[in-house]
């Protein structure tokens, strides 16, 4: 039984942690942050504002921290601090926005497991993400569906729907544009022994394994699914608060800013 104090998101997707200073973490709360987030799939910590060191330091509590392989780092000393910035006068639809993904589901082997943001500059009322569970979405599918999809696989790409943002991201920071990736996964996993749905919308290309005449259809259907309001939590930061997530049991997207600044530190963990 975990000694932290715990309180369920909206719709139950993921955990607050309350009344904790992650500068001052003994061992057991490391381990304790490290469960909540894989049983739970989202961590949610308020009014954090860490420096720099002492956000790498945490991170590293939880796993290895990766250098990202499409966006730069903060600078020398802080490589796996990834700065994203949303400008005032930006056109597009924020970074990551309007699919809801897992990260770098279109990478075959080795791929970053959790995504950690901090909130640098946050404007009032607007920049919420956006979180589905994968958890609570692969429970309420009909048994039909579920047994549809058992043996699925999905096709993964980063020229999937959402690549029209991170081409004009890349292209905004001065970064060529690489080849497209691609990766096939399960699109039922099982996490701390719970079954969960992994489709990243953003990225997914095509369903396999199911018999062909389904396979459009389900696609279409995982994606409607996910996206139902009984398995969102739209979370609204404050600044210095940290959101961090499991890739393979959460999706999320960013969500509207216009006429805002958002500035938010993310650092991507194995
Ligand atoms: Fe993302």
Known sequence: MSALSITPGKNNVGAYINNIDL????????????????????????KQNLDPASYQNFAKCIGQPVVY????????????????????????LSFG?????????????????????????????QGNTIF???????????SEIKNKIKNATGIFS????????RIEREKEMGIKSSDSMEAEHPIVKIVNGK?????????????????????DYLKKYLIEHVNKQEFIFSYEWSKGDI????????????????????????ITIK
């Open 23 to 46: 500068k001052k973490l003994d061992q057991n709360q490391k381990k304790e942050i490290k469960d909540t987030l894989v049983s739970f799939g989202v961590v949610f910590i308020k």
């Open 195 to 215: 079954k969960t749905l992994y489709v990243s919308p953003g990225h997914l290309m095509k369903i396999k394994n199911v018999d062909e005449k389904d396979s």
């Open 158 to 165: 980063s020229a999937g729907p959402i690549a029209v943002t």
């Open 132 to 142: 589905s569970s994968g958890f609570n979405a692969y429970e309420k599918l009909p």
């Open 69 to 92: 392989p499409r966006l730069r780092g903060l600078d020398k000393k802080f490589p796996f601090i990834n700065v994203i910035e949303r400008k005032p006068n930006d056109k597009n």
């Open 243 to 266: 959101c961090l997530w499991d890739n393979l049991s959460i999706l999320h997207m960013a969500s509207e800013i216009k006429n805002c600044r958002r500035l938010m530190h993310r």
């Open 97 to 125: 926005s309007s699919w809801l993904h897992q990260d770098t589901s279109y990478l075959a082997s080795d791929r970053p497991r959790f995504t950690m943001l901090m909130g640098i500059e946050i404007p009032i009322g």
